[in-house]
């Protein structure tokens, strides 16, 4: 077995290791670690069953050497901070988009946002009387993940 397919291996199974754990730690690990096994089998389907180290350094760290590149061979915290930041947030706007986007065309209006907010208001208005009282509220802080009903009638402080 050649040098590289074995630093490979050895580099697979230590990632393997510490994604289980870290996977039992946090989700977005998780998802990490799911999106780098998609791209292992893809390699792998793509090159017959095997994969060299050049092949396993592309799909681990294409997006990484790309932002390296980008930035004069040098990549700061700031950096790499601004970049992972930007990513969070376009994978955010996107389900935003998604969720309001009545029209299905990729943009957002103010009449898809009235669309949706009635449909909202529709949902929590149970009795149909145009109103949404303390009892027609989802129980245990499921309204908006991050509202808290305040006891008064009045919608709470970001938890």
Sequence with gaps: MRKTTKLALAFVALAGAVGTTAYAENNASAKMREGMM????KVMS???????FDQFSDAMDARLKKLVADNGGKLTVAQLADALEKARFE???KRIIARYDSKGDGTLTTDDITSRQKKVFAMLDRNNDGKIEKSELPKGDRFGRHRKWDG??????MQ
Aim: hydrophobic content about 25%.
């Design 38 to 41: 998609m791209r292992l089998n």
């Design 46 to 52: 793509d090159s017959n069953g095997t994969i060299t």
């Design 91 to 93: 994978r955010m706007a």
């Design 152 to 157: 008064d009638g009045n919608g709470g402080d």
